[in-house]
């Protein structure tokens, strides 16, 4: 206890904005882009803001664990990606002339896509549907591309690839693959990509979160990553509640060496797993978690992906707000807070997500004592500052473990990594952060 660190609380400000700036760094692709957070314009108090996301990450989660228990194979496999909704969203130009669109940036899923129309189905979006017939570079792709091929569920029309994707929580998009010219970036600063490959969508369910479609980030050949040359992306969230917008930076100038740290802290780096019954998701080797300098006695198997049927596993997910720890690991996670935490434990029902509370000390602010967290990957310590892992409770007001538990496996979500800079490096296999203050990046 002597060693223990005392931090003062601070309660977590606003939240995040848009824009894009890119350019070409020589021969070499890449570009830079804003991220803004979903809840960003809506007017919603902090309190409805964390509210917010916590649901969104039940949500998403939710569909993990129909995956698990999902009674036949077939629909099991449908269910692909997970939920449909994310965090942060990324402004893109479709088309000749673009039209701009604002898209949820989505580690968990590969396709890129927006409504079409002539539109047969189509979901409530901000901007009117993206009209291919106005666009010369607009072209369909035959069913014997290698990129229908990559689709789990390719469909020949006409000799038209036709695609369908299935989002966990029933959300679907359906339509037409086809090849478009794509936008990053401002008018100073913008990088014009041809043959772009992205499901114009006719036939569309779900919701679309006050955006106009989705742009896949995983792992799989249908991704924008995976698309677009150098296969390398990082990405700094600013403080969740911020209102300065997120950072994120595509291809050459994805790269972890010029960050803007303020600790000296060392960059780290952790190889990603293969999953192959998930290979679009970006899996992890978590080895531990220390609560105040104790290393938890969590057996390893609780983070390994169960070999059989691919289950259990621990992934990174910007899409996902708070982490979801698998129970056993969690329920130990939790004892060390209760045992270390000098507030009151307070009581909560079932419907709570949030369920390792403490009632926060009433006005004058003063010192509350919280322990230290560090998530152990193979070859990497995440050291997290207290904002990381610490919240209040938009409904209760109570003082929070930001984490849940998950009958499945782990999900280290964007809440978690807000104020580092995070690289996905694909050609490495390799995940590397560092510390950095997002806002002056
Ligand atoms: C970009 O330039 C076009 C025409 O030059 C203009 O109509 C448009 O408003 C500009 N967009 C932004 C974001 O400045
Ligand atoms: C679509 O784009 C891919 C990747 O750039 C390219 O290989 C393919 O030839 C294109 N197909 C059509 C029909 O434009
Ligand atoms: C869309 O944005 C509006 C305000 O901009 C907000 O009231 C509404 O809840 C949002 N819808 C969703 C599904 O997030
Ligand atoms: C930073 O890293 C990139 C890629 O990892 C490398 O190409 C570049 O030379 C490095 N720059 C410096 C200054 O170390
Ligand atoms: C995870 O990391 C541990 C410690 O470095 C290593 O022993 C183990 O083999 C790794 N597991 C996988 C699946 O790579
Ligand atoms: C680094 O941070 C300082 C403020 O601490 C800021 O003035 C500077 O522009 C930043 N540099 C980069 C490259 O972001």
């Known amino acids: 206890m002597a060693s223990m660190p005392a931090f003062l609380l601070v309660l977590v400000p606003l939240l995040l904005s848009t824009g894009v700036a890119a350019a070409r760094s020589g021969e070499v692709f890449g570009f830079k882009a804003t991220l803004t957070h979903v809840d960003a314009d809506a007017g919603y108090t902090k309190a409805q803001l964390m509210s917010r996301a916590v649901g969104r990450s039940r949500a998403r989660v939710a569909v993990l664990q129909s995956l698990v228990t999902a009674a036949d194979a077939i629909t099991a496999a449908r269910i692909l990606v997970r939920a449909s909704e994310g965090e942060y969203l990324m402004d893109v130009g479709i088309g000749t002339p673009p039209r701009y669109y604002s898209a949820i940036l989505d580690t968990g899923s590969d396709l890129i896509w927006t409504q079409c129309s002539p539109c047969l189905l189509c979901v409530e979006q901000p901007t009117s549907y ?39 929580d029933s959300a679907s998009t359906a339509g037409v693959l086809a090849n478009e010219t794509f936008t990053f970036g401002t008018n100073l600063t913008r990088v014009t990509v041809p043959k772009v490959t992205f499901g114009c969508g006719n036939m569309n ?18 991704s924008l990553v995976s698309q677009l040359g150098s296969p390398r992306f990082s990405y700094c969230l600013t403080s969740f509640l911020s209102p300065t917008p997120s950072r994120l930076y595509f291809g050459a100038y994805a790269m972890l060496n010029h960050t803007n740290t303020s600790s000296g802290d060392p960059v780290q780096s952790t190889p990603f797993i293969v999953n192959p019954a998930l ?27 169960n070999e059989a049927d691919g289950t259990g596993g621990v992934i990174i997910d910007s899409g996902t707000s708070i982490t979801y720890l698998a129970q056993p690991a969690y329920a130990m996670v939790q004892e060390a807070f209760v045992a270390w935490v000098g507030l009151p434990r307070m009581n909560t029902t079932p419907s709570d997500v949030l369920d390792t509370c403490f009632k926060w000390p009433p006005p004058p602010r003063r010192m509350v004592t919280l322990p230290e967290m560090v998530l152990h990957f193979d070859g990497a310590d995440m050291e997290l500052p207290l904002q990381n892992y610490m919240l209040v409770d938009g409904t209760t007001g109570n003082l929070c473990l930001a984490m849940a538990p998950s009958a499945d496996g782990s999900i280290i979500g964007s809440f978690q990594h807000q104020n580092f800079h995070v690289l996905y490096d694909l050609e490495d296999s390799l995940l590397s952060f560092v510390p950095a203050p997002c806002n002056l990046m």
Not at 139 to 167: E, G, I, R
Not at 209 to 216: A, D, E, T, W
Not at 279 to 305: E, H, K, Q, R, W
Request: charged share 5%.
């Open 205 to 222: 369910a779900g919701s679309l979160f006050n955006s106009s479609g989705m742009i896949g980030f995983g792992r799989g050949s249908l």
């Open 130 to 168: 993206f009209e291919p017939a106005k666009s010369p570079s607009y072209a369909t792709l035959p069913c014997s591309s290698p990129m229908c091929d990559a689709l789990y569920y390719p469909l020949c029309f006409q000799n038209v690839c036709v695609y369908q994707y299935f989002y966990g």
């Open 279 to 305: 290979p679009t998701m970006y899996f992890l080797n978590l080895t531990g978690i220390s609560v105040a300098g104790i290393l938890l006695p969590i057996d390893p198997s609780v983070f390994a992906i």
